[in-house]
T-cell receptor
């Protein structure tokens, strides 16, 4: 069962454009929503994370928008750069069960020059 | 450099063979995890450990066994490899007191079962 649904599966954006990746979850016990960035041949690395008490978090060009009532959250990459080309995973966890992360299926982003 | 080291990086197995994947971390983290990554399926938790000598099943544990005899090492075993176990395997660790922001992943082991 896929507890975190992610879309799109792949995304092509021109340099300078906005990349948007969406995720939806079902488990209302989830209270931590991170995004991971993965480059080819590397393991995932934490990019940015949000908790449900805020609706938006921004770190540089990366912003998470969170809609608790809709059980959705999204990653926006402003002024996308070729160096942002990577696979992005959303994830979620609850404060129980040793806080295991549940991952979305991933989005492969390609930023064209 | 401190971090999570996985060995081997690549391996090809024949169906029915066995092997052990090693994960070693030098950050004194209590929690360790094994994930598998497959196209279109994201990362799925195989087994995890919350301390030396303890292990627990994750989402997709069938066909795998694990051991955590030392705090710094977490071993993933395949007793009789099957083509369905062709995947990229990632180990991760985190300290107990840093919560969910503290995950560190290794660079992965690419396993092909023919």
């Amino acid at each position: 069962q896929q507890q975190v649904k992610q879309s799109p599966q792949s995304l092509i954006v021109q340099k300078g454009g906005i990349s948007i990746i969406n995720c939806a979850y079902e488990n209302t016990a989830f209270d931590y929503f991170p995004w991971y960035q993965q480059f080819p041949g590397k393991g995932p690395a934490l990019l940015i994370a949000i908790r449900p008490d805020v609706s938006e978090k921004k770190e540089g060009r990366f912003t998470i928008s969170f809609n608790k009532s809709a059980k959705q959250f999204s990653l926006h990459i402003m002024d996308s750069q070729p160096g942002d080309s990577a696979t992005y995973f959303c994830a979620a966890s609850s404060n129980t069960g040793f806080q295991k992360l549940v991952f979305g299926t991933g989005t492969r982003l390609l930023v064209s020059p | 450099n401190a971090g999570v080291t996985q060995t081997p990086k690549f391996r090809v197995l024949k169906t029915g063979q066995s092997m052990t994947l090693l994960c070693a971390q030098d950050m004194n983290h209590e929690y360790m995890y094994w994930y598998r990554q497959d196209p279109g399926m994201g990362l799925r938790l195989i087994h995890y450990s919350v301390g030396e000598g303890t292990t627990a099943k994750g989402e997709v544990p069938d066909g795998y066994n694990v051991s955590r005899l030392k705090k710094q090492n977490f071993l993933l075993g395949l007793e009789s490899a099957a083509p369905s176990q062709t995947s990229v395997y990632f180990c991760a660790s985190r300290p107990r007191d840093r919560g969910r922001t503290g995950y560190t992943f290794g660079s992965g082991t690419r396993l092909t079962v023919v």
